[in-house]
């Protein structure tokens, strides 16, 4: 959608390596999320930030963290990624909750 | 936060009208119910929200009953490009923004 672009849009990286995920925004908006959807798992929240350097843990955040340095760019960085992070990354913004969100394209990162 | 239960799969047919009903029994006096669709290889997208009554717009109508203890998403004359998974959230600004989805409900529309 416009108005929010992830990047890369595909990766394939090796178990162990650090990986960036990168979110940008340009409405300006506070809240930002990140999501992986898997088969037979919907979609799960990883990580959100409710302002510039203010963030929080979601359902799935383990081996997953983020930051927010500036309000258009949200990063989600796999520290040592692994197999079973293998997955589709969404990321998604909203001005003012309960709005709607807009998603990204996402990301398909494939971890061999 | 709420819990939704919709059906996991509809069937319908070109032209006809589909009905979602989704029941989120512990919603919140802030809650504003959403639907959001997901085509395949995409990330999904706001179809409509609502707090009660009836919502309408130019994709879908909501129909909120006044105990808002279950939705109805309504799709009127639907077509093959409907066909995706439906997600029912309930969301309010208690909940610092997050959206829990669950299952959702995959409507295949056939010819």
């Known amino acids: 959608d416009a108005g929010i672009t992830q990047s890369p849009r595909h990766k394939v990286t090796e178990t162990g390596t650090p990986v960036t995920l990168r979110c940008h925004q340009t409405e300006n908006h506070r809240y930002m999320y990140w999501y992986r959807q898997d088969p037979g798992h919907g979609l799960r929240l990883i990580h959100y930030?409710?302002?510039?350097?203010?963030?929080d843990k979601g359902e799935v955040s383990d081996g997953y963290s983020v930051s927010r340095s500036k309000t258009e760019d949200f990063l989600l960085t796999l520290e040592s990624a692994t197999s079973s992070q293998t997955s589709v990354y969404f990321c998604?913004?909203?001005?003012?909750?309960?709005?709607?969100?807009?998603f990204g394209s996402g990301t398909r990162l494939t971890v061999v | 936060l709420a819990k939704t239960t919709q059906p996991i799969s509809m069937d319908s047919y070109e032209g006809q009208e589909v009905n979602i009903t989704c029941s989120h029994n512990?919603?919140?006096?802030?809650?504003?119910i959403t639907w959001y669709q997901q085509f395949p290889s995409q990330g999904p997208r706001f179809i409509i929200q609502g707090y009660k009554t009836k919502v309408t717009n130019e994709v879908a109508s909501l129909f909120i009953p006044a105990d808002r203890k279950s939705s109805t998403l309504s799709l009127p004359r639907v077509s093959l490009s409907d066909t995706a998974v439906y997600y029912c959230?309930?969301?309010?600004?208690?909940?610092?923004?997050?959206?829990?989805f669950g299952q959702g409900t995959t409507l295949q529309v056939k010819p």
């Open positions: 512990n919603i919140a006096t802030n809650d504003y």
């Open positions: 998604a913004i909203t001005g003012t909750p309960p709005d709607g969100y807009t």
């Open positions: 959230l309930v969301d309010g600004s208690s909940n610092t923004g997050k959206l829990i």
């Open positions: 930030s409710y302002g510039v350097k203010d963030t």
